[in-house]
């Protein structure tokens, strides 16, 4: 066991609450009038737990996720709560917050570069991050970045200590930035869309190192991505936001195998998955756009674009309820929830 | 010239940067009216071929032959008679729509720089008919590009690319900056475009799902060579070359049970440098297979039943072994 492990070992129970987020609303005030993104999700994250979030790109996964990690800008309006292990972070003084911020809570964003000093070899920036943090010496935060960097599976992390940025690959570069994200013993690891700039190729390999973070120091993960194949792949459970709002939540195995809301099942039926389409030749389609709000209607937000959407969709917004046999906690907000088990979407050519 | 000419031939093709080598000797031939898609990871060259055959770059060496026509060699006068025969739709259309023209402006230019004569009026009716084509209404001529969305930007591309009838369609990643939603809806325009008007296509991507069901073909590219060829049925069921199994592998499937049972195959995350390609197989570095010889030997391609592959293990009858081999029955394709 490497030091990293040890200090982790001894840390929460499998299970635990760590995170819980109440009623969050975010808003922002922009030239062209008010934005509502985020509208009173809850979300709760146990320790030990890697939770997927997944929806089409403006439905509120980085605001919801930024907000957690008290890294929203000043235009953001915010209710709610968010507490990690009991501690209030909504509205919570800048001295609470700065010790949150990157050694309880870590954020690694989609483009490892920009967050990245290029001037600055990658065991300096680790380096700096437990001087400050964590005030260690300078020659233990070297030996301690070594160690991390090979953690996240870099190969002869002794020599790579000393590179820069620019002499890393990209999936090097994100593996630098999950070292750095995890110098500290964060219990709670935000990666937001953190492979959607690599190849798969590479891809495979970031998502085995969260896997064997979480394993290995039960790291708490929620990975955020449009890729359900990525969530099919590491998520215990997923969340579903569809602008601004969680419209399901289901371990995963209940998520794919009965998709309740009609935007989860619309987002199955468009993934382009090898041999799903064989045979077939169009892709399902979800017509229209994800709206930007300025106010939350009383209406099921994703009306405009469902199928089975009538007058008591756009009446009345659904609540986030208990679906299905209810013995597990799969949750949906849908007036009309698909009912049978997935079926492999219809040919519409022959 | 013969009565059916190829939509596209490359012979031997190469484009060096000074000493980076992007594309490296690629051998392709898309019959009329075909797809093919070439896929890889970013950085292996697969941009350059596409640049290459619009001219966007002078090949450093080998032959592009469009229609027939070797343009290789033409000049930027020369080549204006063979404008029309290709056109390109590029993967960001926010970059590469001029957001000071109106869709209209865009959309019509081709026509324009053909320099054919045409009237306004029926240059107008053929951008409306183009929009409407793509799924766009022939109000959106008037808009500026900023005030679309990302699928109508790339919609907007595709009838620019398109007004101009092309023999020849180059795709470049027209959908990797879409999300799903809008990729499937995208997908589909091409697919039902392609069947309609008969282009042949070159759909270059680093995303294997994106391609099953609109190419015909697949090549596969790594470090500016190609490592396989063949049927896309074939590429998907019975992939031959180790590289071609080991992106099949990588990709994760939308369905947990199936994705968690598969065996990953990590190939580590360095490609090489195209300053400096690895000797032999340049796939060898990365390779789970590699041997004594692949370092030594360069693969020749190997013919067999479904397609071509350049590896030292794939016999002449088709037989090679499966990186994927550890991993269960439901593989791939099940
Ligand atoms: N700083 C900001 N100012 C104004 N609007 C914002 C800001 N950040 C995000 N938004 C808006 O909030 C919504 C949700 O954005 P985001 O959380 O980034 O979506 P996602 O991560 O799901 O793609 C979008 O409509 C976006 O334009
Ligand atoms: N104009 C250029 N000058 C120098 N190098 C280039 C140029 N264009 C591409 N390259 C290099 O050529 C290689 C192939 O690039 P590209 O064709 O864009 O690959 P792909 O499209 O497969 O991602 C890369 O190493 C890239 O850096
Ligand atoms: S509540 Fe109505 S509009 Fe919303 S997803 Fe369900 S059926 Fe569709
Ligand atoms: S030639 Fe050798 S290194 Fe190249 S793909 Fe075949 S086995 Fe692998
Ligand atoms: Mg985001
Ligand atoms: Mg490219």
Redesign the interface.
């Known amino acids: 066991m490497t030091t990293v492990e040890r200090a982790a070992a001894s840390s929460a129970a499998v299970g635990t609450p760590v995170l819980d987020v109440r009623d969050l609303s975010v808003s922002f005030t922009t030239e062209g009038g008010t934005v509502s993104a985020v509208d009173r999700v809850n979300l709760d994250l146990a320790s030990g737990e890697i939770v997927g979030m997944v929806g089409e790109s403006g439905c509120g996964k980085s605001v919801t996720a930024m907000s957690i990690a008290g890294l929203l800008p000043d235009s953001a309006r915010v209710s709610g709560s968010v507490r990690l292990e009991g501690t209030e972070l909504v509205g919570a003084r800048e001295s609470v917050l700065r010790r949150v911020r990157g050694k309880e809570i870590a954020y690694i964003f989609q483009e490892p570069m920009t967050s990245l000093n290029p001037v600055l070899t990658v065991g300096r920036q680790i380096g700096e991050v437990l001087q400050v943090h964590e005030r260690m010496s300078k020659r233990a935060a070297r030996a301690r970045a070594v160690e991390l960097l090979s953690l996240v599976g870099i190969p002869s992390a002794a020599k790579r200590v000393d590179n820069y940025p620019h002499q890393l690959s990209g999936g090097m570069r994100q593996r630098v930035m999950i070292a750095m994200a995890v110098a500290c013993g964060p219990k709670v690891l935000v990666a937001d869309e953190p492979t959607t700039a690599l190849d798969v190729t590479v891809q495979a390999g970031i998502l085995q190192v969260l896997r064997d973070l979480r394993d290995r120091l039960g790291t708490t993960i929620l990975v955020i991505t449009h890729d359900l194949g990525v969530i099919a792949d590491i998520a215990d459970r997923v969340v579903v936001m569809y602008a601004g709002r969680v419209v399901e939540q289901a371990p995963v195995t209940d998520l794919f195998a009965h998709p309740y809301h009609r935007y989860t099942a619309g987002l199955l039926a468009a993934s382009p998955t090898p041999g799903k389409h064989a045979g077939t030749e169009r892709l399902q389609e979800i017509p229209g756009l994800v709206p930007v709000l300025s106010i939350q209607p009383d209406a099921c937000t994703f009306a405009d674009r469902c199928p089975a959407a009538d007058a008591r969709c756009r009446e009345a917004a659904p609540p986030l309820e208990a679906v299905g046999t209810a013995v597990t906690d799969h949750l949906a907000a849908c007036w009309h929830p698909c009912p049978a088990p997935r079926t492999q979407p219809q040919e519409t050519t022959a | 010239m013969t009565p059916q000419p190829n939509a596209l031939e490359l012979e031997d093709l190469v484009m060096h940067f000074g000493p980076v080598r992007a594309v490296d000797g690629i051998t392709l031939t898309i019959p009329k009216g075909r797809v093919t898609a070439l896929v890889g ?2 950085g292996s060259g697969k941009s350059t071929v596409g640049r290459c055959v619009v001219r966007l770059e002078k090949p450093t060496a080998g032959v592009v032959r469009i229609a027939g026509t070797d343009v290789t060699q033409l000049t930027r006068r020369q080549l204006r008679q063979h404008r029309n025969d290709v056109s390109i739709v590029f993967q960001d259309p926010a970059g590469s729509l001029d957001p000071r023209m109106l869709v209209g402006e865009i959309v019509a230019e081709p026509l324009r720089l053909s320099g054919k004569r045409i009237t306004r009026r029926d240059r107008e009716a053929r951008v409306a008919e183009e929009l409407g084509r793509v799924g766009l209404r022939a109000e959106v001529a008037r808009r500026y590009p900023h005030e679309l ?1 990302g ?1 109508q930007r790339q919609r907007v591309s595709i009838a620019r690319a398109l007004i101009s009838e092309p023999k020849l369609l180059i795709a470049d990643e027209p959908t990797s900056a879409l ?7 995208v ?2 325009l091409l ?1 039902d475009l392609q069947r309609d008007i008969g282009f042949a296509c070159l759909f270059i991507t ?5 391609v ?2 609109l190419a015909d073909d697949i090549a596969v590219m790594y470090l500016g060579q190609l490592v396989e060829q063949g049927p896309r ?1 074939r590429i ?1 069921t019975r992939p031959a070359h180790p590289y071609t199994q ?3 592998a ?11 049972q598969r065996q ?8 090489p440098s195209a300053l400096d390609p690895p000797s032999g197989c340049r796939f060898r570095t990365r390779c789970p297979l590699a041997f004594d010889r692949c370092a030594a030997e360069v693969p020749a391609q190997v013919a067999f039943g479904g397609g071509l592959a350049a590896c030292h293990l794939v016999q002449p009858d088709g037989t090679r072994p499966d990186v994927r081999a550890a991993a269960d029955s439901s593989e ?3």
């Open positions: 990871e970013s969305s699928g999300d799903v939603s809008v990729q499937a809806s997908l589909n697919a680093h995303d294997l799902s994106a099953e069901y049925e998907f080991a992106l099949l990588a990709a994760p499937v939308a369905d947990p049970v199936r994705q968690r990953p195959v990590l190939l580590g995350d360095d490609l791939v394709l099940s």
